[in-house]
């Protein structure tokens, strides 16, 4: 039930910052600016702000998500960040910047929808949405297909909160988090129980600190693979909190979904 709570305020949070226009976050005066002023912001939840061009796949949606480029019209978000599959208009991407107000952002609008089928609140939270028109110059975000880099230390990154109950943030902030294995994610002291060990993947310290928040959702948590190239490994999905100890942030397992994400690309024409 804690779990389900989390899904709906985050909908809720999300549908307060689309009321607000992602694109004017509520605090902007929050964030350091993003030149060598020596001012290290706070992240995420712990971290410090991405360079430009340092994660070109990130995309904010205007719901209040986040996402990464899965090709140059598809971006792979949170289920829990759309509707129902079929035909959307009312999603704008915004991409190739970490501060959203800059002039050189791109913006696209969305046209379709794709819900993961299963989707009921619980697990199967992953989405693509297709872009009115392809994006150039940015590189994509290639997907884990197997289980091998479903460990290790991930990188986190989006423009949500930088504190539980924060607000939403103008530049990009980043940080990493360990791996977190099924057992003890839902070991008593941490989800006891409420995580679908196949289906999702915890990543945080035990301590706390450290860690996605609402608004985050959709975006991804990645890590370099064996040819130094990033690759996704998950989906910002649900928390209890955000940076509370014992417990992790829940990413949806991007391996687990890879050959039904790959099948819904296709579908979609990308
Ligand atoms: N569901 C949240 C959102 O809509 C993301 C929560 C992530 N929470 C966490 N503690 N890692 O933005």
């Not at 986040?66 to 759309?82: I, K, P």
Request: with cysteine.
């Amino acid at each position: 039930m804690a779990r389900m709570r989390n899904l709906l305020g985050a909908a809720a949070a999300a549908l307060t910052v689309a009321a607000m226009g992602a694109l004017t976050p509520a605090a902007p005066a929050a964030a350091a600016g993003p030149t060598g002023d020596g001012v290290v912001s706070p992240s995420v939840v712990g971290g410090s702000q991405a360079a430009q061009g340092e994660f070109p796949f990130m995309v904010r949606l205007s719901m209040g998500c986040g996402g990464a480029l899965y090709s140059s019209d598809l971006v792979l978000t949170a289920a829990h960040c759309v509707g129902r599959t079929g035909t959307n208009t009312s999603i704008t991407a915004t991409l190739g910047v970490v501060d959203l107000n800059s002039s050189s952002r791109i913006t696209r609008s969305s046209n379709y929808v794709y819900r993961a089928p299963g989707y009921n609140g619980y697990g199967d939270d992953w989405a693509l949405i297709r872009l009115s028109s392809p994006v150039t110059g940015l590189s994509t975000l290639k997907i884990a297909t197997t289980t091998a880099y479903d460990s290790g230390t991930f990188t986190i990154a989006g423009w949500g909160a930088n504190r539980e109950g924060g607000a939403q943030q103008r530049y990009l902030l980043k940080a990493t988090v360990p791996f977190v294995d099924d057992a003890t994610c839902n070991s008593r002291s941490m989800y006891n129980g409420q995580v679908i060990a196949a289906e999702e993947i915890c990543a945080g310290y035990t301590a706390g600190g450290v860690d996605t928040c609402q608004g985050d959702s959709g975006g991804p948590m990645f890590r370099r693979d064996a040819a130094n190239a990033w690759i996704q490994v998950g989906i910002v999905s649900w928390g209890d909190g955000c940076a509370r100890p014992n417990k992790p942030g829940v990413y949806t397992q991007v391996s687990y979904f890879a050959s039904a994400i790959q099948s819904a690309a296709s579908s979609l024409g990308g």
